[in-house]
């Protein structure tokens, strides 16, 4: 089974102690606890006891503003097989970070449509993307010839109690576009970000990982010890958050005891 689908490899925990179930079809709706018990109290809803252990055979993802989402698995008891039904991810243990919930095959051959991979400036052709959740609950897009390596990581991560998500990996010509006029015109919240078609987040090779503050956050202490020998290297200066998946450079960067290409000097 492909990793593009990780929720169905693994079996999960609930760990929220009011697991609500909810309606097949209209997942912001709960199921009335009256419903197998006539004499439930009402305000009372059907839940999964905290702790079971559950396999999932399905998502959805209900779209909740421009970027946010809300992220429901379709849970199934891991012992019995009893089928308990749909339940926020929220609820699980890891709360779905990481996990990944489908390729994205490449549609019209657009050059700067949704995907279309670039790097300096030039259109590299259409690549499979995989939707994975991020360290806020949103969906963002991984290239598939990175996927492995990206999960490798965070499992290793995890090995260590350390939590390695992102905030951002590929970007769309558009989605460039958007970042580069914003920081042209310095626009309130916009960071330096590289002409369309020029940033390595467009070819697939660029992770911006969730290291708030960077020196000293664990995650990236850990990312200092450990990304490079599994090909993640640092590549700009001034940005903690921005690793990238380049096994030459990484390897130049652990012959030379360090996590940052050359390039970098801050």
Not at 12 to 25: G, I, K, M, Q
Not at 72 to 96: E, I, P, Q
């Amino acid at each position: 089974m492909s990793r593009s689908e990780s929720y169905k490899l693994k079996t999960f925990t609930v760990v929220d102690p009011d697991a609500r179930l909810r309606r097949s079809e209209s997942l912001t709706q709960f199921v009335p606890l009256s419903e197998i018990d006539p004499s439930a109290p009402s305000g009372a809803y059907q839940k999964i006891p905290q702790n079971t252990e559950v396999n999932i055979d399905e998502v959805r993802i209900l779209p909740t503003g421009a970027t946010n989402s809300m992220i429901f698995a379709h849970c199934l008891d891991a012992v019995s097989g009893t089928v308990y039904g749909w339940t926020s991810s929220r609820n699980l243990k890891g709360r779905f970070i990481n996990e990944t919930l489908g390729a994205v095959p490449p549609g019209k051959k657009d050059k700067k449509g949704p995907n279309a991979a670039w790097s300096n400036g030039k259109f590299l052709g259409q690549i499979t993307l995989v939707k994975i959740v991020d360290a806020k609950y949103e969906i963002e897009y991984v290239a598939e010839k990175t996927l492995e390596a990206w999960l490798d990581l965070v499992a290793a991560a995890a090995l260590n109690g350390i939590e390695v998500a992102i905030n951002d990996a590929f970007r769309t010509y558009a989605d460039q576009k958007i970042l580069h006029d914003g920081y042209v015109n310095k626009l309130p919240g916009y960071n330096q970000a590289a002409e369309p078609g020029k940033s390595k987040h467009q070819s697939g090779v660029a992770f911006d990982i969730n290291v708030p503050g960077g020196a000293g956050n664990p995650a990236y202490e850990w990312l200092i010890q450990n990304a490079p020998q599994r090909g993640f290297v640092r590549t700009v200066s001034n940005e903690p958050w921005h690793w990238e998946y380049d096994p030459a450079k990484a390897q130049v960067a652990v012959a030379s005891n360090t996590f940052k290409a050359p390039n970098v000097t801050a």
